[in-house]
Structures are given as structure tokens and as C-alpha cells.
């Protein structure tokens, strides 16, 4: 078809958007990946033309690979066992128990993804640093020991506070399961005399499995992506997983070389798809497992008795864990010259030189307004994109828009360092590269399903019937889009924007390869702060950060009131 077609109209529009789509995804997603293949394969940024498998050889000679991988194989199988251990007790307690203040412990797990992970792993360093962690000094004094009988930079350590930060996963996909399981099950093994905990044992987690193993399987491809975590207490403790040994690769030294990089990266990346395909495989059978029919059917609440209390105890510990204590420690460092205990000394020594110090620090100010704008512009960008994604998801069926759906949710898989290192290799020819707007690119490329998805789900809520209305009254494509189907789906809209924008606030693994000077966001000057060990600026960064994240969801929030009303 020659160009004088596309010019009189010959290709229909939504054919136009579908093909202009498929470029523009693809170009964000399987662009970087091809461009991280072509790397490994090269001999540096300069020569990408010249092909070598000198930085396969160099990587897998590397002595110290092999450690590095076992390393990798126990932070991230341990991690994703302890957050599904976690995430399925808290989903059978907040569903299937009568234990008080439900209601409140079933959001209780989802409260990490509010907290940025490189702040989460900086405050329990605050408290558990080996030397002169809060709570090692608390231990000493009252054991009377000359060291802190608690190591956070340790691999267990670095268990503790991912697995923690995973919970989220892992409790949203096994507490629908819960909801939806058959009571009558159940009620057939204590009928049989069985009792709560054999019935648990022998019934409901047996039915689970799917669900379980898709949580499992899920919070071990997120640990594998991890970085905050294994850099902020793995590198001090001297352990190395893939995504760090990546890291240190193009960061340590006067060259970097982003050719081992590459092929190091490819190498985590094929585990991460290949884990993906293992759950999808896993979880495939998964009809077998159906429980629910037509016929009626409602969840069971077993009774704890008093144990309930003690359960509900468990929780609240949990909770000030996962927030509380993290919060605080943050507010009150930001306040203190070094760690101190808390008394009557800490308050001597109080004082806003952390706080003048961050705002005198233009570095601290510009990464603050870098932030701001990723967030604002690149949310907005995101969205508006996703938002054409979506429509053409719901309203189109066919095989291009299958193809989009694939290449939209395929990065779901990708390592956000690793997907990082291809946006380098992708960008580094381009005039935007070293600059914010590289970021911008990188940032939607990744996160693009954090918008499609809540999109998708508020399209498919609005029938077609009300745009084909307004087309028969003379409206086109974008202004039916504009007019009336975008004004109906306008909470969509907005949590789909909050949720982008909330992740560009937090983004570490994307930002830690791609950002320069002049481009520094929060994240990675944070964790700057960490590498010289100026925790109350950490701190004092770390709670603007915070701030920053809250007032964009509650600027949302007016937003979402205020057309509300207007309706």
C-alpha cells in the first residue's frame, strides 16, 4: 500500500492506532532487550559493530561467579519462602479467621508497597547495624555483650527485609483464592472429625497449591530483580548477588565495562523469563484445583477461641514492623548527628543540621526536583499512553492486539537494573542519553503494565454502546475518546496515575544506571548518602521523599473528590 492510501484514508484509524502502538511498545520493551543482546556480543559502547565473545569468556571465567550465583539462589529462594510462609498466614488470618480487626490486618500487607525498599532497608541498617544498630546497642547493654548479637549485613539479613518487602505479592494473589474457596470441603473433614489444623493441613492449603505456587513463583522473580536490598546491606556484608556483580561491573573503576555488563545481564535476564514460563507451566493445570461452582457457596471462619487474640497480636508486631518502627527510625535520626539511644543524650542532641544540610545540598535539590517532575510529567505521559493501550485491548480483538498485549506486559519479567543496562546500550546514540529524559523513556518503558492494567479493568466497565452513540451523532475516534469514554473512566485514570507515579518516586534499579549528573533523582542520592554513611541525611531525604509521594496521592485524591461532585 503506497502512501497516497494512508493520506486519503484507505487504512481505518483504529487499524492506524493498533500498528502505531505495536511500534511504540515495542521500541520501549524488545527494543532495549535486542539492544542488550547486540552489547554482550560487543566490545564496548564505541563499537557496537564489532562483534566478540570475549565478555561471554571474561563472565563465565570470572572465579568469583560461582559464588555469586549461590548467593543469588539463597537470598532469592529464601526471600520468596518467606514471603509466601508470611503472605499465606496473614491471608488465611484476615479471611478465614475470626480473629479482631480483620478489616484493618487484610491492608496491613499491602503497606510496603507504599515504602520506598531503599528507605525500608536503610532504616532496619539504622537499627541493626552490628556496630552501633539502635537496637544491637539496646542488646548489649542488656546482655552485657561487647558486640551486636544481630548482623543485618548478612544473608539472612537481606532475607528478612525482601522477603518483608515482597509480602505484598505474595498476599494478593493467595487471599482471592481464600475468598473463593468451598466451604463444603472443609466442612466434610471436620464432619469427619478432623480438626482446624488438620483440616488446614490435609484440605485447604492441598486445594491452594495454584495459588501458592503462582505467590512463590512471583516473589522469586521479584527478588531476583532486587536491588536496594542486596546493594544497601549485601555490599557492606560482602555479599554479591547477580543484580550487585552487575552493578559493581559498570560503576567500580575508571572503565567501566558495559560490554560484561551486558552479557552478565542477559544471563539474568533468561532466568527471569524462564522462571516466568516455569509459573505459567506451574499454574496452567490449575482447573483441576476449581472449587467453586454455579451452585452457592461462602467462605468459612474457623474460630480461634482465645488464640485469636494471640494472633491478633502476631499481626500488630507485623505491623510495626513493616511501617512503624521503619517510620520513626527515620524521623529520628533525621534529627541526630550519629546514632544514638534513645534518652536523655539523643534529645541533647537534636538539631536541624541534617535538614540544612540536605536543603544547602544542590545535589539533594535538584534530585528532589527531578523527582518531582519524573513523577508529574512521566506519570502523565504514561498514562495518556496507556490509556490508547487499553482502548485498543477491550475494543479490539484480533492478533495485532494480542501481540500488544504481550509486548506491553513483557516487562513484567525484566530485572529493572538489567532492563536498565538495556536502555543504556538503547539510548547511549541518542541525544537524550545522560539526560532526564532518558529516564522518562526508561521509567515508562518499564512500568507501562502499572498503568494499562487498572486501564484495562475500567474500560471493559464501560459498554461500547455509548461510543457508538457518539459516533453516530458525527463525534470521531478522539473525540468520543475525549468526550465520553476518558470522562468515565476518570478514577481508573487517576489510579492508574497515582500508581506510576508512586513507583517513579521509589525507582532505584532504572535510575542507578541511567542517571548522570544533572540528571540525579532521590532514590539514587540516597543511596549515596548510605555509601558515605550520612544516615540523617538519609533519613532527613528519606521522609521528603515520603512527603513527596504522599501529596501526589493526595493531590489524586482532591482530583478524584472533585469529579466526584461534579457528576
Known amino acids: 500500500m503506497n502512501a497516497r492510501a494512508w493520506v486519503r484514508g484507505a487504512v481505518p484509524p483504529r487499524t492506524l492506532l493498533v500498528a502505531v502502538l505495536i511500534l511504540v511498545v515495542a521500541s520501549l520493551t524488545v527494543g532495549p532487550v535486542v539492544m542488550l543482546l547486540l552489547g554482550s556480543f560487543s566490545r564496548g559502547l564505541g563499537a557496537l559493530r564489532t562483534f566478540t565473545l570475549d565478555k561471554y569468556i571474561a563472565v563465565y571465567s570470572d572465579p568469583s561467579l560461582p559464588r555469586v550465583l549461590l548467593n543469588t539462589l539463597i537470598f532469592t529462594f529464601g ?79 537481606m532475607i528478612f527485609l525482601e522477603g518483608l518487602l515482597d509480602l505484598p505479592v505474595t498476599f494478593m494473589v493467595i487471599s482471592p483464592a481464600l475468598y473463593s474457596f468451598d466451604i463444603s470441603l472443609e466442612e466434610a473433614s471436620r464432619v469427619s472429625g478432623a480438626s482446624n489444623a488438620r483440616t488446614l493441613w490435609k484440605i485447604t492449603l492441598p486445594m491452594l497449591r495454584p495459588a501458592v505456587l503462582a505467590a512463590f513463583m512471583l516473589a522469586v522473580i521479584r527478588s ?41 545481564g542477559v544471563i539474568v535476564l533468561v532466568s527471569a523469563i524462564s522462571l516466568v514460563l516455569l509459573y505459567r507451566y506451574l499454574t496452567s493445570a490449575s482447573e483441576r484445583f476449581v472449587t467453586v461452582t454455579g451452585k452457592g457457596f461462602r467462605p468459612t471462619v474457623a474460630n480461634l477461641g482465645r488464640l485469636r487474640y494471640v494472633f491478633s ?57 527531578n523527582t518531582a517532575l519524573l513523577a508529574v510529567g512521566g506519570a502523565t505521559i504514561g498514562v495518556v499512553l496507556s490509556v490508547f493501550i487499553a482502548y485498543v485491548l477491550v475494543r479490539i480483538k484480533g492478533r495485532a492486539t494480542s501481540l500488544l498485549d504481550s509486548l506491553v506486559f513483557l516487562s513484567y519479567s525484566f530485572p529493572g537494573l538489567i532492563i536498565g543496562v538495556g536502555f543504556m546500550w538503547f539510548l547511549i546514540r541518542t541525544p537524550i542519553y545522560g539526560t532526564l529524559w532518558a529516564l522518562l523513556v526508561a521509567y515508562i518503558g518499564t512500568y507501562l503494565p502499572y ?24 463525534a470521531g475516534f478522539l473525540g468520543t475518546l475525549r468526550r465520553i469514554t476518558v470522562p468515565l473512566i476518570a478514577p481508573g485514570v487517576l489510579s492508574a496515575w497515582v500508581l506510576m507515579a508512586a513507583m517513579f518516586v521509589r525507582e532505584l534499579s532504572v535510575s542507578a544506571v541511567l542517571a548522570r549528573p544533572g540528571s540525579e533523582v532521590l532514590s539514587v542520592q540516597i543511596m549515596r548518602y548510605a555509601y558515605d554513611g550520612l544516615w540523617g541525611k538519609v ?29
Open 79 to 157: 526471600s520468596a519462602l518467606f514471603s509466601t510462609v508470611l503472605g499465606t498466614f496473614l491471608a488465611y488470618l484476615s479471611v478465614r479467621t475470626n480473629i479482631p480487626l480483620k478489616r484493618a490486618f487484610s491492608v496491613l500487607p499491602l503497606i510496603p508497597m507504599m515504602f520506598p525498599h531503599v528507605l525500608f532497608a536503610a532504616a532496619w541498617i539504622i537499627l541493626l547495624n552490628p556496630t552501633n544498630g539502635i537496637l544491637n546497642m539496646w542488646l548489649r547493654g542488656l546482655l552485657g555483650m561487647s558486640w551486636g548479637p544481630l548482623n543485618i549485613y548478612s544473608l539472612g539479613g
Open 224 to 264: 531476583l530483580a532486587a536491588f536496594a536490598v542486596p546493594q544497601m546491606v549485601g555490599i557492606p556484608g560482602r555479599i554479591q548477588v547477580l543484580t550487585t556483580y552487575v552493578y559493581r561491573v559498570i560503576s567500580v573503576g575508571w572503565s567501566p565495562d558495559y560490554g560484561r555488563a551486558a552479557a552478565l
Open 313 to 369: 497480636g502476631i499481626v500488630l508486631v507485623l505491623f510495626c514492623v513493616l511501617i512503624v518502627i521503619p517510620a520513626l527510625t527515620l524521623g529520628y535520626m533525621s534529627f541526630l548527628p550519629y546514632t544514638v539511644m534513645p534518652g536523655s543524650r539523643a534529645l541533647s542532641l537534636f538539631s536541624l543540621a541534617n535538614w540544612q544540610g540536605v536543603f544547602q545540598d544542590r545535589i539533594a535539590i535538584r534530585s528532589i526536583g
Open 451 to 474: 498503568g494499562v492494567r487498572p486501564l484495562t479493568s475500567a474500560f471493559i466497565q464501560v459498554h461500547h454502546d455509548l461510543e457508538d452513540a457518539s459516533r453516530v451523532c458525527g
Open 539 to 567: 533519613s532527613a531525604l528519606g521522609i521528603l521523599m515520603i512527603g513527596l509521594s504522599a501529596s501526589l496521592v493526595i493531590l489524586a485524591s482532591f482530583v478524584k473528590g472533585r469529579l466526584s461532585s461534579v457528576k
